[in-house]
């Protein structure tokens, strides 16, 4: 007989966590190791009807390793296919985005500490901005 010991919680809890998080969480879009999160932050033509607005924002993707979760962040537009496109943004956008990322990754990285007691770190941020 072989014991197994859990290093963790289950990808149905970090499921529960991450959606209670609020509307950051891409359920359909992540794996039992691999969480998508992302943040529809500037609308950038407002004047449009709903269904035709594009945003700036940022997406992260948070990966579970055996010794802690790493996270990479990309910042671009949600364009009109529904996709996410690295672009360029201009500091004043940029700004705004990385101060709704750290208020965001504040609250991730608690949540990762208290359930699992891993390390949460960055693996490589990229953000292209405007000079």
Do not use: H
């Not at 010991?5 to 149905?12: A, E, M």
């Not at 959606?19 to 004047?47: A, M, N, V």
């Amino acid at each position: 007989m072989t014991l197994t010991v859990r290093t963790g919680p289950s990808r149905g809890r970090l499921f529960k966590l991450f959606t209670d998080l609020g509307p950051y969480f891409r359920k359909l879009q992540s794996t039992e190791f691999s969480f998508f999160f992302d943040c529809l932050e500037i609308c950038i033509d407002s004047e449009n009807e709903p269904e035709k607005r594009e945003f700036y924002g940022w997406w992260l993707v948070v990966t579970k390793e055996e010794n802690g979760f790493y996270y990479q962040r990309f910042d671009g537009t949600y364009n009109l296919e529904g996709d996410w496109v690295i672009e360029n943004i201009c500091q004043k956008d940029l700004q705004q985005l990385d101060n709704s990322f750290e208020l965001f990754i504040k609250r991730l990285e608690a949540v990762i500490n208290i359930e699992t007691g891993q390390k949460f770190e960055a693996l490589q941020q990229i953000a292209l901005t405007e000079v």
